[in-house]
């Protein structure tokens, strides 16, 4: 079992940054990749961004940009930069983490961003 925990959320105002992190804890050797997803209100969850232990990251493309994953496997932290934030990036964020075989297969709580004047 891996658990994972988000922090960092908050409300920004337009144009504004923020950084989320999540720290995983439990067998994280089992951890290929770890990743970032966001539900909106009223709307299905949707995949932001995932690295690899390797390094390789792949993005939503309208994210491109803007938002920037890194990770340091060493301390089991995955992080999200977002930079420009519009008030449509407003989710909830949820960090997930998992093998090879199915790279979502853990999930944590989720971190509230609120974008709003």
Same mark, same amino acid.
């Given at each position: 079992?891996?658990?994972? &925990?988000?922090?960092? $959320?908050? =409300? %920004?105002? *337009?144009?504004?940054?923020?950084? =989320?992190?999540?720290? +995983?804890? $439990?067998?994280? /050797?089992?951890?290929?990749?770890?990743?970032?997803? #966001?539900? &909106? *209100?009223?709307?299905?969850? !949707? /995949?932001?961004?995932?690295?690899?232990?390797?390094?390789?990251?792949?993005? &939503?493309?309208?994210?491109?940009? #803007? /938002?920037?994953?890194?990770?340091?496997?060493?301390?089991?932290?995955?992080? @999200?930069?977002?930079?420009?934030?519009? *008030? !449509?990036?407003? &989710?909830?964020?949820?960090?997930?983490?998992? *093998? @090879?075989?199915?790279?979502?297969?853990?999930?944590?709580? $989720? +971190?509230? %961003?609120? %974008?709003?004047?």
């Amino acid at each position: 079992q891996v658990q994972l &925990a988000e922090s960092g $959320g908050g =409300l %920004v105002q *337009p144009g504004g940054s923020l950084k =989320l992190s999540c720290a +995983a804890s $439990g067998s994280i /050797f089992s951890i290929y990749a770890m990743a970032w997803s #966001r539900q &909106a *209100p009223g709307k299905q969850r !949707e /995949f932001v961004a995932r690295i690899t232990r390797r390094g390789m990251a792949n993005y &939503a493309d309208s994210l491109k940009g #803007r /938002f920037t994953i890194s990770a340091d496997y060493a301390q089991n932290t995955v992080w @999200l930069q977002m930079n420009n934030l519009k *008030p !449509e990036d407003t &989710a909830v964020y949820y960090c997930s983490a998992g *093998p @090879l075989s199915e790279p979502d297969r853990y999930w944590g709580q $989720g +971190a509230q %961003v609120t %974008v709003s004047s």
